[in-house]
């Protein structure tokens, strides 16, 4: 089994849909969460991270954490075509694990 | 913000000959960075840990002879693939662990292709 298992998609939804994408982790030493975005032959970029469970809203986005269930979410409201890309899951306790991504079209 | 500057974003080279990868640090000092390695369609794979001043750590199934890093200042690590072959194309990506602030901090980037 995996450390952190996140569907790879692809995943493709129309303009202003509220997308959301998910992981789940084995490991309940991780207590760091995060949400990379990736454009296409680029280095991710930190979106979003959240200490322990609970939520975090920033814009658009809203980062989800429960840790009684070692599951984490990333839900995108009001999705763009700019918001195509893959997104990585990532997790951290004493080392940093990854999802293998999702990658995400949104359509005009 | 935090920025990490990798170079070359793309190379292409012949079998045989050896390519270096360099990663900066642009606006903070970075004890420790790490190598990546990404297949299409796959996650990042972790392939070293590079600390300033010290021997890198390599993941299991690692060529350590093969990729030499290597962390000689605290804004600078660099990665050689030695003896590039073309299972060796891929696309590599650096980071920085930026101390204080969660997560790492990302390169662009190297296309590597090899002929």
């Known amino acids: 089994q995996k450390e952190v298992e996140q569907d790879p998609g692809p995943l493709s939804v129309p303009e202003g849909a509220i997308v959301s994408l998910n992981c789940t982790y084995s490991?309940?030493?991780?207590?760091?969460f995060m949400w990379y975005r990736q454009y296409s032959r680029k280095g991710p970029e930190l979106l979003m991270y959240?200490?322990?469970?609970g939520n975090k809203e920033d814009g658009r986005f809203t980062a989800q954490v429960d840790k009684s269930s070692k599951y984490i979410s990333l839900f995108i409201r009001d999705s763009q075509p700019s918001d195509s890309a893959t997104y990585l899951c990532?997790?951290?306790?004493?080392?940093?694990?990854f999802g293998a991504g999702t990658r995400l079209t949104v359509k005009p | 913000g935090a920025v990490v500057s990798q170079h070359p974003s793309w190379v292409i080279c012949k079998s045989g000959t050896s390519v270096k990868i360099e990663c900066r640090s642009l606006?903070?000092?970075?004890?420790?960075m790490f190598w990546y390695r990404q297949f299409p369609k796959q996650s990042l794979m972790l392939m070293a840990t590079?600390?300033?001043?010290?021997?890198?750590?390599?993941e299991q199934g690692v060529e350590k002879d093969k990729f030499l890093i290597n962390h000689a200042s605290l804004t600078l690590s660099t990665l050689t693939v030695t003896s590039a072959h073309p299972e060796d194309s891929s696309f590599y990506i650096c980071s920085a662990d930026r101390q204080g602030l969660y997560g790492y901090t990302f390169g662009s980037g190297t296309r590597l292709t090899v002929v």
């Open positions: 606006d903070f000092q970075a004890t420790t």
């Open positions: 490991n309940s030493a991780f207590q760091y």
């Open positions: 959240t200490y322990s469970s």
């Open positions: 990532a997790m951290s306790g004493k080392d940093m694990r």
């Open positions: 590079s600390n300033e001043g010290s021997k890198a750590t390599y």
